[in-house]
């Protein structure tokens, strides 16, 4: 069983910067695919970040040149650095980590900008 752990979160200005932070229990070395998700009221859940096990990266358009996806094997532990973030940035973020045909998920945590 796989449990993610997020921290980081919270309420920033525009422009600032956030780093999340996405712990994982049991094997780390066993997850393929681990990513950023995150949720604006009324509007669908959306990949934000993503990393391979090879340390592949996919962002969304959005977000390309600000935020960046790290793993860091030692610590179990993937990273998002938020910088230059701005309102529309605002939602929850979630971390998703594949094992095999399985997805896991963290329990979410709030990303709030103002302007």
């Known amino acids: 069983q796989v449990q993610l752990v997020e921290s980081g979160g919270g309420l920033v200005q525009a422009g600032e910067s956030l780093r999340l932070s996405c712990v994982a229990s049991g094997d780390f070395f066993s997850l393929s695919t681990v990513g950023w998700y995150r949720q604006a009221p009324g509007k669908q859940r959306e990949l934000v970040a993503a990393?391979?096990?090879?340390?592949?990266?996919n962002y969304a358009d959005s977000v390309k040149g600000r935020f960046t996806i790290s793993r860091v094997y030692v610590k179990s532990t993937v990273y998002l650095q938020m910088n230059d973030l701005k309102p529309e940035d605002t939602a929850v973020y979630y971390c998703k980590a594949d094992r095999g045909a399985s997805s896991h998920w963290g329990q979410g945590i709030q990303v709030t900008v103002s302007s």
């Open positions: 990393i391979g096990r090879g340390a592949n990266t």
